[in-house]
């Protein structure tokens, strides 16, 4: 039997450390939830009828893991998100701002967790987000925002990025190699670090007029 909520708060322990698949939640409020280690698969998150998702903003997604889930619009802000899996997801227009995906050592030191993995991230907001050395490969960055964010270190191979702002952000020392990279121009970022492919640094170079030979 599907589960189906309509308009809801939901309470705070009510998922915490479930494994729910199928479900439908239209309109939900998740905020400041306990979700820590709750596994959500093929959950609608999204209503297209009102065009609104989710609201999971302060709420504790430690190890939660969303696969194959509709979690277009959905309001993630200030939550705690250190090891998150967001997993073959649409997530168009989500907000991540002041989501936190690290685990604080001491105040200069850190790292970050996150398995955001074949998602589509279009238009998400993911401006001054902390996401380094993590897992995002073969995602959708279409129209996202990324101002002030960090992505050192990682995985965004495969990545699609049009409409991309690659002058915003951080991303020294990531692997962009099999990438749509749009946009970018080598002239007014700083690619320190960087992997890409061969073919991907023949078409950078021949924007700037250089012919690549071999």
């Known amino acids: 039997m599907t589960l189906i909520l309509k308009g809801e708060k939901i309470e705070r322990d009510r998922f915490t450390g479930a494994k729910i698949e199928h479900a439908i939640f239209h309109n939900c409020n998740f905020s400041g939830v306990d979700l820590t280690g709750s596994e959500f698969i093929g959950c609608q998150f999204y209503d297209r009828e009102s065009q609104q998702?989710?609201?999971?903003?302060?709420?504790?997604?430690?190890?939660?893991?969303?696969?194959?889930?509709?979690?277009?619009?959905?309001?993630?802000?200030?939550?705690?998100?250190?090891?998150i899996e967001i997993r073959e997801?649409?997530?168009?227009?989500?907000?991540?701002?002041?989501?936190?995906?690290?685990?604080?050592?001491?105040?200069?030191?850190?790292?970050?967790?996150?398995?955001?993995?074949?998602?589509?991230?279009?238009?998400?907001?993911?401006?001054?987000?902390?996401l380094e050395k993590c897992e995002l490969w073969e995602n959708?960055?279409?129209?996202?925002?990324?101002?002030?964010?960090?992505?050192?270190?990682?995985?965004?191979?495969?990545?699609?990025?049009?409409?991309f702002d690659w002058r915003s952000a951080n991303f020294t020392h990531c692997d962009l190699s099999n990438s749509e990279l749009g946009e970018l121009d080598v002239r007014n970022i700083d690619l320190q670090g960087v992997k890409l492919d061969s073919y991907q640094a023949s078409q950078l170079m021949e924007r700037l007029g250089i012919i690549v030979l071999g």
Do not use: P
């Open 140 to 163: 959708r960055w279409n129209g996202a925002q990324i101002q002030g964010a960090s992505f050192s270190g990682s995985d965004l191979s495969g990545g699609e990025f049009a409409s």
């Open 89 to 130: 997801c649409r997530a168009q227009g989500a907000d991540f701002r002041g989501v936190s995906f690290m685990n604080m050592i001491t105040s200069r030191s850190w790292f970050c967790i996150a398995y955001i993995i074949k998602s589509n991230l279009s238009y998400a907001n993911f401006s001054k987000v902390v």
């Open 53 to 83: 998702g989710c609201s999971f903003s302060r709420a504790q997604l430690k190890d939660a893991s969303f696969k194959h889930c509709d979690l277009s619009m959905a309001d993630f802000r200030n939550a705690n998100a250190l090891g």
